[in-house]
């Protein structure tokens, strides 16, 4: 149609050309080619204006095409059951939910929602020996001890993040016969380095108790955050994670589960400070933690206690029993490790005194002591105050078999002071991992304990030895 426009009007042009010299015959020359010169320029701009319209209708077809192939690329990719193809690879708009993986589904809005699910599984398989002719407080004998196996954590939650700087966990342990909360909270940044954390969450006790379960040395913690019993409590605290200091502080009353029951009602503070300079290519951390708690109910009993190096059996070697007259309790703890590479080195002591009223006060002590080397071109993970999750550079199933690491650790409590003889432990232990992805893990662990003044007697024994060696298959997400 332009095409024919365009030709029209150059004939038009044309025409003028010859017929307005012939009338010019009868007039005036001048004027004759002073109207023939307007009509030409005329001309000339309806012709660039054509020019300009065809380009505009050739860039308009040219986009309807592309419209049309991506199109159709779309509906076949759709009728093949693949992802449709974008429509053109500059576009920048982002879709309003987006989905991400990390070990399990992320869904995360473009104003601030999040949820991902998150769980753990962790079985156990482990057995226990010991001299013949146990006698425990609660009845236990050597039949509790021998083989057994258990489902140690199965746990089952979610997390994410709220408008506004918030973020939040629930997470429910079904082990056992019973359902128990574990985290429940809601935090909030007001800066990159500052943290407040309210809720069911753990308190700050020490670089082995705020490790992660899923990424522990062996099967259980040391002796000495078990029996004094370190564990999650509802409250407030912050946590200031700077590039070489860390503090950690909050105010806390009991677990959910005690509350509940309406058991105890305590009232607790803990705080903990750590330096993590870098040495070389290294990682130190210097530590030490304080810890305060007053019982509002004093009737409810305060005892300390531990199974020997594994959970899968309830008799405790090493047990205050009821602690008469106590009012509180007041500990401190220490702390020292150093991780370059594969390797690394962790030490830790806690001294936990329980106050009484008319009575002497008694301090108990426990620690550890542990070296651990990948045997892999694996490295340990240290992130702000604890150890994290190790990645195999060559995982199993991508032309490697995994991560391995092997650790050794010896481990002591004492529950013997001012007349209450709980008995003492000693355990050397070894420990076998093998990490073949990211979020599966196998322990083997083995300890042989040394019990003295031990309540539970062996053969009317109160000193003895023990043996204990467990299996674990782990995955997470």
Do not use: C
Request: charged share 20%.
């Amino acid at each position: 149609m332009i095409h024919s426009i365009r030709s029209s009007a150059l004939a038009v042009a044309v025409a003028a050309g010859w017929a307005l010299p012939a009338q010019a015959q009868g007039t005036d020359a001048a004027a004759v080619q002073q109207e023939l010169a307007a009509m030409r320029a005329q001309m000339a701009q309806m012709a660039q204006r054509i020019d300009t319209l065809e380009n505009q209708l050739a860039a308009a077809n040219a986009k309807a095409d592309a419209a049309t192939s991506a199109a159709s690329a779309a509906t076949a990719a759709v009728e093949k059951g693949a992802a449709p193809v974008a429509a053109s690879p500059t576009a920048t708009a982002k879709p309003a939910t987006e989905i991400t993986w990390d070990g399990a589904p992320k869904l995360a809005t473009r104003d601030g929602w999040s949820f991902k699910p998150r769980g753990r599984v962790q079985l156990d398989a482990g057995s226990v020996s010991a001299p013949a002719g146990i006698v425990d407080r609660a009845g236990l004998t050597n039949k509790d001890l021998g083989f057994a196996a258990e489902a140690r954590r199965a746990q089952l939650g979610f997390d994410g993040t709220v408008p506004g700087g918030f973020t939040y966990r629930i997470e429910a342990e079904f082990a056992g016969n019973s359902i128990t909360l574990n985290d429940v909270y809601l935090s909030y940044k007001p800066s990159a380095d500052l943290t407040l954390t309210l809720g069911h969450h753990k308190t700050a006790m020490g670089l082995e108790e705020m490790t992660s379960d899923l990424f522990s040395s062996f099967h259980e913690r040391a002796a000495y955050t078990i029996a004094f019993g370190f564990e999650r409590r509802l409250g407030l605290s912050a946590t200031y994670v700077g590039k070489a200091l860390l503090v950690q502080g909050g105010i806390f009353t009991d677990d959910i589960s005690a509350l509940n029951a309406d058991t105890n009602n305590s009232f607790a503070l803990d705080g903990r400070v750590a330096f993590m300079p870098r040495i070389g290519s290294g990682q130190l951390h210097i530590g030490g933690s304080i810890h305060y708690r007053q019982f509002n109910d004093l009737t409810a009993p305060l005892s300390y206690s531990v199974r020997p190096f594994l959970h899968t059996t309830d008799l405790k070697m090493v047990n205050t029993g009821t602690i008469p007259g106590a009012t509180g309790e007041r500990g401190i703890g220490a702390e020292l490790a150093y991780v370059n590479g594969r390797f690394h080195a962790s030490a830790e002591s806690f001294w936990q005194k329980v106050l009484r009223t008319g009575l002497a006060d008694p301090t108990f002590n426990g620690g550890y002591a542990e070296l651990g080397y990948l045997l892999t071109d694996d490295a340990t993970v240290y992130k702000a105050g604890a150890y994290d999750r190790i990645r195999p550079k060559h995982p199993l199933g991508k032309g490697g078999i995994g991560a391995i690491q092997v650790n050794a650790r010896y481990d002591w409590l004492d529950l013997n002071d001012a007349g209450i003889i709980g008995g003492r432990q000693q355990i050397a232990g070894l420990s076998l991992i093998w990490i073949p992805s990211d979020y599966v893990r196998f322990i083997a662990n083995y300890g042989h304990l040394w019990i003295s003044d031990s309540p539970v007697l062996a053969g009317g024994k109160s000193s003895y030895g023990a043996d204990a060696f467990g299996l674990r298959a782990q995955f997470d997400f």
